[in-house]
């Protein structure tokens, strides 16, 4: 599966107090965990021992941080379907013919499925990086068999 | 740069494959497979009673074997092209033997048509430009046809929908939950699908709001009104092997016809995951036009179930399927006191209970010729490497057997 939380869940993990040490209310900072803009951190109060499991879980739940945007964790389970081709917008953006459904190749893709499987090509052109960095996970919610992650950067 | 070719491996026929010195861009799981067993140590080979001989000898074999038979069946023909499945028509016809296909996929089309589906049946083509909702009904793409969701039916951008899944609406209809549910706007995992379709016509007809037991009232509202906001709905269909394809097929049609004169454009694809189910249902229509019998007896010219067909027989030639990986067990226990001729790619459970085994070539990689299209569009298919030695189309075969 995807793996992916909503701001609800990581909400009901907070203490849930408003105490504004972090600068905020917990909702806003639950909806900024979820988009890595701060860290678990910045809540004095979850580190109390009553919150030990709530922070366990947060810490399992959170995106993890990583260098790479996306990653194909898992390519010997592709079945080369070619979803995340089309639908990831960079790529579409780097050869419109992608985005016809039509098999292309050239600079700049992401993705491509090359026999039989998906290809990471340039991770690096992933609209989750600078200067964009959109919080797109359209090619993780596109492939049926769960194998892409993106991750907070 | 590079050279296109058509891939075998689905009924979903893509020839915009790129095959770019030895590597293969944008074929998935099923083309890949498809392609690797030309070099495959599971290539079938010729056999009689499980001994290699010559081709020569097995032709022999096989045609002795036919000669001396009261009762022919000629069986299958999932992976020919369309000249081998109408070979072996003629084959039926001049030996006044019997032709079946299996019961679960060229039927699906002669049924659609049947109840008069053919009338809705567009290009997948037209699918990707104009389509704004998919209705899949029993059919995943993530089994049967890899490729289908991201080149026609819920990715691609067409004229009419410029920002591809953005402008669709999913709807995903099956007894369980499927992999193209994960991508769906509706995802109606249902015990009772027939009960959904029969709502959803009855609503329509009646204008009014009248939900199935399984989907609460606000969900199917809403389905229902995307249904009929949509300008040019698809409905891609399939069956599972315990459903009767004529209910379903039915229902479709009601549904599209029903939905036509709102003014929309409908369109059904039905679709099994077989190569050339949709050459097969075309070759074979004129013969099999009943939708209960799946089997024609060229000797007594009229229409004889599966069963029917497999007990009157004493041998049985099956081509390019593997009968006793997917016949119901009844049937199984009749093939195993049959004479067995098999014409194959690949080894297979049928393959180690044929008295003679016949290697034929891989249409599409081996071999070139025609084939059709899930959506009744012809392709031709092409050579991409060299047949193994001795390996024999169709068309070969049946010349050596008569």
């Not at chain 1, 992608?98 to 340039?122: A, C």
């Not at chain 2, 499980?50 to 000898?57: N, Y």
């Not at chain 2, 097969?280 to 229509?285: P, Q």
């Not at chain 2, 891989?362 to 060299?386: F, L, N, P, W």
Request: glycine share 6%.
């Amino acid at each position: 599966m995807t793996g992916r939380v909503s701001v609800l869940e990581i909400y009901k993990l907070l203490p849930r107090t408003n105490c504004r040490k972090c600068g905020m209310t917990c909702m806003s900072f639950a909806a900024k965990l979820l988009r890595g803009e701060v860290g678990i951190e910045m809540c004095p109060v979850l580190f109390d021992p009553e919150y030990k499991g709530n922070l366990e879980k947060l810490r399992e739940i959170l995106p993890k941080k990583s260098d790479k945007p996306v990653e194909v964790v898992d390519p010997d389970k592709c079945s080369g379907c070619g979803n995340c081709v089309v639908a990831c917008p960079a790529n579409v953006a780097a050869n419109t013919d992608l985005g016809k459904g039509l098999v292309s190749v050239s600079d700049k893709l992401i993705f491509l499925v090359v026999n039989g499987r998906v290809e990471l090509l340039h991770p690096e052109y992933c609209r989750r990086l600078p200067p964009t960095k959109l919080q797109c996970r359209v090619c993780e919610e596109s492939c049926y068999m769960g194998i892409i992650r993106v991750y907070e950067v | 740069m590079g050279e296109r070719i058509v891939c075998t491996g689905c009924p979903l026929l893509c020839d915009d494959i790129l095959m770019i010195r030895d590597k293969y861009y944008g074929i998935c799981a099923h083309g890949i497979r498809r392609i690797s067993l030309h070099q495959s140590q599971y290539r079938l080979k010729h056999k009689i009673h499980g001994r290699v001989v010559d081709v020569d000898k097995v032709l022999n074999k096989a045609g002795e074997i036919i000669r001396s038979s009261k009762n022919i069946l000629i069986y299958g023909m999932n992976t020919s092209s369309n000249e081998g499945i109408r070979a072996w028509i003629s084959l039926a016809q001049k030996l006044r033997a019997m032709i079946a296909v299996e019961p679960y996929i060229a039927p699906l089309v002669m049924w659609c048509n049947k109840v008069g589906g053919r009338e809705f049946l567009r290009p997948l083509t037209y699918v990707r430009e104009y389509s704004d909702l998919v209705f899949f009904v029993h059919a995943n793409p993530a089994d049967m046809a890899l490729r289908l969701s991201s080149k026609y039916a819920v990715y691609p951008r067409g004229e009419k929908v410029p920002e591809g899944r953005e402008n669709r609406i999913i709807i995903a209809l099956d007894n369980r939950f499927t992999d193209i549910m994960k991508v769906a706007n509706y995802k109606l995992a249902v015990s009772d699908t027939l009960e959904v379709l029969d709502k959803l016509i009855k609503s329509i007809e009646e204008n009014r709001t009248l939900p199935p037991s399984s989907i609460p009232v606000s969900r199917f509202s809403l389905l229902l009104s995307d249904i009929l906001k949509s300008e040019n709905p698809t409905i891609i269909f399939s069956v599972s092997r315990t459903m009767d394809p004529v209910k379903v097929a039915v229902r479709l049609v009601k549904l599209a016809s029903l939905l036509r004169n709102k003014g929309l454009t409908p369109t059904i694809i039905p679709i099994s995951g077989i190569t050339n189910e949709a050459g097969i249902a075309s070759e074979l229509v004129k013969y099999i036009n009943d939708p209960k019998y799946v089997a024609y007896d060229f000797a007594e010219e009229t229409v004889i179930s599966l069963s029917k067909a497999i007990s009157r027989s004493d041998t049985i030639v099956v081509v390019r399927s593997d009968a006793f990986m997917h016949l119901p067990l009844n049937m199984i226990n009749e093939l195993l006191s049959k004479n067995i001729v098999l014409i194959d790619e690949r080894e297979t459970l049928t393959s180690q209970k044929a008295v003679v085994t016949i290697s034929s070539t891989i249409y599409g990689v081996e071999s070139k010729g025609t084939m059709t299209r899930c959506d009744g569009e012809k392709s031709k298919i092409m050579k991409i490497y060299e047949p193994l030695s001795n390996a024999l189309t169709d068309e070969e075969v049946v010349k050596e057997l008569y």
